[in-house]
């Protein structure tokens, strides 16, 4: 409920926002006419627009007859109590040539464009060299500014100089806009579907919850999981330790943390076994956490005194050193058991097949896809993608955890829903069919 | 408390990152900045526990001279000097600076002729570069020259800088490049490209025999399942070589539909079910639910 709300609260503040109607200046009838569009924010269908976080301002234009040669696009910060009036033409060179006047540059000498470069980025005077374009950009020129601050942008016609970001001269008048500033909104507007997503999966966890509270949620049997516990009991008997690999990436991949979540399992099991567990780390933080993970496994079987600190080792974070020392480990110890749950690269069949020539049970999981066919040759067990993240729900058969894992199926299918949806309508786009012509994929889900 | 305060904290923090995700506002995404920055402090600090842990592990063993106790000698000798090799030592001994320019009085027979010259004090394995020449006696054109001095391995200092020489003008560059410590420095450089990168190349190429092995055991046809697998590989294999075209032209295109279709699908199946699993996680670990690893079951 209280999800709900907040969803309907957000999308409230982000209807509230002004909208995004380009505003847009023109000039005198016998002049070129401009077309400015300026774009603080994005729509909720399309993908023209800028990410409306104050710190952006997207800028783009057209003029009403073809024009030779480049725009350079300057702006400058407005002085507080600064009036300027809407936009308006003006020169930026003193005589036709290629010397920005000291007028128009506000402070500091007069810069010769014809032999400074002025890439973007570059400060002359009070200005700062936005971009460059051949011709008009009716696609937006993203700039990004300061928060809070007023700029006003001139679009300057120009022909370029033999040298990078030089130009020889600036026929005819530039352009100035009317003062912009940044725009903040509440709510990103295109990300509503991942919103939406997100609130479904809300929705499915409680009505799954709920669900798990009166009757037990039927999850199918997995064979690796189950053999985790089997095969603890095989090191017992043959008395050889247990080798946890946590992957070969950093803590906060998500592959990382559905490994360190189970390790917390099979620390119980091994404490409730009394086998020695090693578990091999790619990267320090990732051994602290292991450390503190196991010996919470150790304490929740009610044996706390038997974790041993020094057997969550940090190896090294270069992937084929941590193979060397993994197989070291691996030959010199001979665990009767090998779990090889997280990311894994190159190494993964290095570390899986010496394993299998060590004659260790091996069980692997993993999400990265090019790995999964060496794990499912050279190991016994394998968990395909999603089993890895579900594996933690299998063991505990917490009904909470489990309700998360059906509204995750429940996700699935409205995806797979999604892609038939929208495999239909980019068929009919590319038949022709209106309207589908007149979006894609992106323009919903960026 | 000791177990709550933790998950509230990970809910906090957590659930301020996923609506991060959705504020655009630059006052919200600062905050996630510093968060982030946060965490990558905390990483660092890590790796000191990280060489704690290595001394940990490694000295008890050679110390009880268990098996193979010379290896953890020498993986305890190799850090060691890598850290020391890796420290900025020049901030402790003073940085000279690698060269110097400077101009003498002018030549008039110089001036005559419209021309500068530039002299080159430097030991024979610098390298000193006068626009494009490279000689220790350089007569140039009058006007602006970029003077570069370096050595040629890697891991030295170098010199930059820029003249404006009149015409008479003598210049003279002195320049002797130091050896840089630390990251960059050269005695890492050296043993990071000429011991650690070969042995990395090693590993790697004993790659090539774990997959002849592991495809020797995955590709016999015990069951279909198996028979299938086989079939695909055989059918892929063949069109890779130049034999499968050899034997008959719709080989690739049959391995392309093999890869296109059939594989790629399943690819798909699996890279979508592992994202809305990985979803899930995360919601399991910030909405508390999972809380094994704080000491829940």
Known sequence: MKAFVIVMLLAGVAAAQERIQPEIIENKPDQTQWRIEVFYDQGWIGAKGVEPDGRHIGLGWTRDRVVDGSVLVLRRKLVPGEVTDKGHPLRIVDQNGSRLSEKFLGRGPTIDAATTPLAPGTVVGDWTVVASSDGDHPELITDEVEPNTSYIYVLAPALRGTPPDTYVAFPGDAIQTWPLRAHTAWFNRRRWMHLALIGLIAAALGGYTWLAKRKTLFVRRLAGVDAIENAVGRSTEMGRPVLYVTGVEETQDIQTIASLLILGHVAKITAEYDTDLRVANAYPLTMVIAEEVVRQGYANAGRADAHRPENIMFITSEQFAFAAGVNGMILRERPATNIFFGRFYGESLMLAETGFLAGAIQIAGTAELTQLPFFVSACDFTLLGEELFACSAYLTREPNQLALLKAGDVLKVVIALLVVGFTVCATLASQGWYPFTRFSIEDVMP | ?297
Not at chain 2, 73 to 92: C, D, E, K, T, Y
Not at chain 2, 123 to 133: K, N
Not at chain 2, 242 to 270: E, F, M, Q
Request: proline residues 5%; contains cysteine.
């Open chain 2, 1 to 297: 408390m000791k177990n709550t305060a933790p998950v509230l904290l990970g809910m906090v923090v957590g659930c301020y990152m996923v609506v991060e995700y959705f504020i655009p506002h630059y006052a919200v995404r600062d905050v996630s900045a510093h968060v982030l920055q946060w965490g990558g402090l905390v990483a660092a600090a890590a790796y000191v526990m990280g060489g704690i842990n290595l001394v940990q592990v490694t000295w008890p063993k050679i110390r009880r001279r268990e098996q193979d106790w010379g290896y953890k000698v020498v993986l305890l000798a190799s850090a060691a000097i890598m850290m020391l090799v890796g420290l900025p030592w020049r901030a402790l001994i003073g940085v000279r600076a690698p060269g110097y320019a400077w101009k003498l009085a002018p030549s008039p027979e110089l001036a005559r002729r419209h021309e500068a010259r530039v002299l080159v004090e430097a030991p024979d394995d610098v390298i000193v570069a006068i626009g494009t020449a490279t000689a220790r006696d350089n007569v140039v054109a009058p006007g602006e020259v970029a003077i570069k001095a370096s050595r040629r391995p890697i891991g030295y200092d170098a010199f930059e800088t820029k003249l404006v020489l009149a015409p008479g003008d003598v210049a003279i560059v002195a320049a002797d490049p130091q050896m840089q410590w630390g990251a960059s420095g050269r005695v890492r450089t050296w043993i990071y490209d000429y011991v650690f990168a070969p042995c990395n190349a090693t590993m790697f190429a004993l790659l090539a025999f774990f997959v002849a092995s592991a495809a020797f055991r995955a590709f016999r046809a015990r069951n279909i399942e198996a028979a299938l697998l086989l079939g695909s590989a055989i059918i892929v294999l063949l069109a890779q070589a130049p034999i499968g075209r050899w034997l008959t032209t719709s080989l690739p295109h049959l391995s392309d539909w093999i890869l296109d279709i059939l594989s790629n699908g399943s690819r798909r199946a699996i890279i979508m079910g592992a994202a809305v699993g990985a979803i899930a996680t995360g919601l399991r670990v910030i909405l508390g639910i999972e809380r094994s690893h704080l000491g829940g079951d």
